[in-house]
């Protein structure tokens, strides 16, 4: 199951149905069965402290995954500030909205399995995201 959440942010305005049938059609894609997944938007604020908490990693982010699945079935939590996503949305001359969804599905393609800390892993999630989006849109 999928679920949205909010923490001490106001929820997006998005198609929540359709985003929630778009990831599943993007997880069975790629060979995955869904699990227990928690989507929570925040602030940048809290995606602070769950970096630092969590990461040791004492800078802003977009987005950051906990994956608790197992085999074939993925499951975990996503964290998406709202915040960050904002400000690169501006900054790339796009809409909130778009840069939103290929951050959720950036969240749900590393619960899928794939890394992006390497160049030639950060294009290939490039790609996936890209392929997700067309999905979508």
Same mark, same amino acid.
Not at 50 to 78: K, R
Not at 109 to 119: E, S, T, V, W
């Given at each position: 199951?999928?679920?949205?959440? @909010?923490?001490? %942010?106001?929820?997006?305005? &998005?198609?929540?149905?359709? %985003?929630? !049938?778009?990831?599943?059609?993007?997880?069975? @894609?790629? /060979? =995955?069965? +869904?699990?227990?997944?928690?989507?929570?938007?925040?602030?940048?604020?809290?995606? *602070? $402290?769950?970096? %630092? @908490?969590?990461?040791?990693?004492?800078?802003?982010?977009?987005?950051?995954?906990?994956?608790?699945?197992?085999? +074939?079935?993925?499951? /975990?939590? %996503?964290?998406?500030? *709202?915040?960050?996503?904002?400000?690169?949305?501006? &900054?790339?001359?796009?809409?909130?909205? =778009?840069?939103? *969804?290929?951050?959720?599905?950036? !969240?749900?393609?590393? &619960?899928?399995?794939?890394?992006? =800390?390497?160049?030639? +892993?950060?294009? $290939?999630?490039? *790609?996936? +995201?890209?392929?997700?989006?067309?999905?979508? &849109?």
């Amino acid at each position: 199951m999928i679920h949205f959440h @909010s923490d001490q %942010v106001d929820m997006p305005t &998005l198609p929540f149905i359709t %985003v929630k !049938g778009w990831m599943q059609r993007v997880i069975a @894609s790629h /060979g =995955k069965r +869904e699990g227990m997944i928690h989507v929570i938007f925040c602030s940048d604020e809290r995606i *602070l $402290a769950i970096n %630092v @908490s969590f990461l040791q990693h004492d800078y802003y982010t977009d987005i950051i995954t906990f994956d608790t699945g197992a085999g +074939e079935t993925i499951s /975990g939590d %996503v964290y998406i500030s *709202l915040d960050t996503v904002a400000s690169n949305a501006h &900054l790339l001359s796009i809409p909130t909205e =778009k840069e939103l *969804l290929r951050v959720i599905i950036h !969240g749900i393609l590393h &619960l899928c399995g794939y890394p992006d =800390k390497q160049p030639d +892993e950060a294009a $290939a999630m490039r *790609l996936h +995201e890209d392929n997700a989006l067309a999905m979508y &849109l």
